[in-house]
């Protein structure tokens, strides 16, 4: 097993997808136990979806979407390997979150505007002992959301900006190649 | 459980630490076992020890410096952590590896000027499966890593560079406090 | 001459310095003219001002901070460059804004809580072709100024994050050395 | 006038560019002069060659590409900018470097795997007061460039890794974009 999946073994379109070694990192945060329930909100390719169900076997993903495209490529993907234990919804948070388990994890990766309702309902479903992690490449999600989690008690809050550089063969040489910049909140409930 | 230990539960005196966002990132890829046997070269303040000690309950982590002060410091940090299985090495590597049972992980963080022998050693010796993480602050190290792992058969090898930059609550705002950058070569054997 | 002063020719105190990479860039798009009025609001150390003032000989640069220790370091270093041409105003902007010239070239570097004001004021009186440049360690500071550029007409606006590494000989070796991360946002009056 | 020319003024083709906020700071380290003679080594699309013959009014750009389409590209783009001051060789340095005269600035962008003797050659037929730049992305030129100027006398040496993330302006909000990563080294003949 790897720590996380390799880019080319998803299918993208035109959707961004949240890159390999931003999803190691992610993943390593989120800690998705077997029995999880997982609400991945703004899934876009599916690729979070995909690891959180590896690790949640006997859990189920909920992944949201409000974009027809991201929604027929979390199918794609999940359907490619082979996970049954991932929900489709395609519409548009936090509306469509009143019908769902309470979440162990929850991943925010886009809010279609929402963004502040989602948090707050996030926060405010996500069981004890849960972890809610959003990433931003808007210096706006970014902003707000510190906004959002500086007021929150009876949670663990840390951020970071993570800026990786691949570091790939080329004709015996190695190039440097940087991916973009991804700032990642990590909120954990009840928790140190 | 976190993903990491915080950088303030650690001991440090002027050794050079393995800061948290880092240790997460070199942690998912190392997927420490519980009945793992690890070498920690160039262990410095032993904070890559400890989490690995914490993972290989039932395994031993070996801790090498060459430098007193970091083996005193790795002692410190073990007994703190109440960890019973690591097993400090005040010498330098490659020779102190000799004696050692062959790992499932080795950490390279730093190696007194024996980096190629030291790395065709831990790469011999390695398992099948196991996992060897160097990690590099100096361009040479970046640059003789890449020259060794680029004639590697048999093994899979990664590369890139982390850039953290930690988002810092300060008189509620959030200031942005660059981490050092740190290039992570990751090679599997036998693997994809 | 060198495209900017070494960090090391500075007095700095405990007060933050833009460092000598980062002036560079700063420098480069504030293109000071010798006859040049330039305002440093939130001066600090005075790097910044004292870079402005090699350059308009014949023009004058206005330092200002509310805090007292900033003032002092940049009466010091404006002396210990043989600068005559720059007037530390230990005062809190916009108030204290008024009575100056209207200026060719903006700085600001902090706001003491005043931002909007000061951001107001210093696009109204700057002169037509003048530049505005902002600096964020921020995350509250670039979310700001990004709201505040975004309505404003007839200027040219560009921002972007400079994380700069430096490469440190070491024993004959070189160390990567992370520099803070700063965001600059650069405003051009009636321009391009 | 701007501290560097907008990257879509230029034309491209499938040849890398240095991108803008990297060409502002290494023409601020370049401080090309009116009648400056500059080599630019490895050409590319002729970017830098077009913002020195900007500069050096009175002066010679030689600009030199082993890779044809690179050199057409230099020629459209001189012609489109109205540089004739710009002189394209197509031919690989270090041979073609013989008929030259004397350089005040020469870029090195790439090196065709001659590198350490377009360097010697370059740091020998300097003049007085010189710059020598070289970009690097690559992690053997960064190597190869610092093992060279680490045994150079009566020069002055920096370098520094350049990350920028442009803060792009989408739908009222501002995305975070990462350009790659560049290496600078930059040396002064004499100097300080």
Redo the contacts between chains.
């Keep these: 097993?790897?720590?996380?999946i390799p880019d080319e073994q998803f299918q993208r379109g035109d959707v961004p997808m949240t890159k390999r070694?931003i999803r190691?990192?992610l993943?390593?945060?989120a800690?998705v136990q077997p029995r999880d329930i997982v609400w991945d909100i703004g899934a876009g390719t599916g690729s979070l979806s995909v690891e959180a169900a590896l690790r949640a076997t006997e859990g189920t993903v909920f992944a949201m979407d409000g974009n027809v495209e991201a929604c027929d490529l979390v199918r794609s993907n999940a359907l490619n390997f082979g996970m049954d234990n991932i929900t489709v919804i395609e519409a548009k948070a936090p509306a469509a979150l009143a019908g769902l388990p309470d979440p162990d994890v929850v991943f925010v990766g886009g809010s279609g505007g929402n963004l502040s309702s989602i948090l707050a309902e996030a926060a405010k479903r996500l069981r004890p002992g849960g972890r809610l992690i959003i990433t931003a490449?808007?210096?706006?999600?970014?902003?707000d959301t510190?906004q959002f989690t500086?007021q929150l008690e009876d949670f663990a809050v840390e951020?970071?900006?993570?800026?990786?550089?691949?570091?790939e063969?080329?004709a015996?040489?190695?190039?440097?190649?940087?991916?973009?910049?991804?700032?990642a909140?990590i909120c954990r409930k009840g928790g140190?």
């Design positions: 097993m790897l720590p996380a070694e190691v990192f993943m390593a945060h800690m490449v808007l210096v706006e999600t970014l902003h510190l500086s951020a970071c900006g993570l800026q990786v550089t691949r570091v063969p080329v015996r040489r190695h190039m440097l190649r940087a991916l973009n910049s991804v700032y909140v140190q």
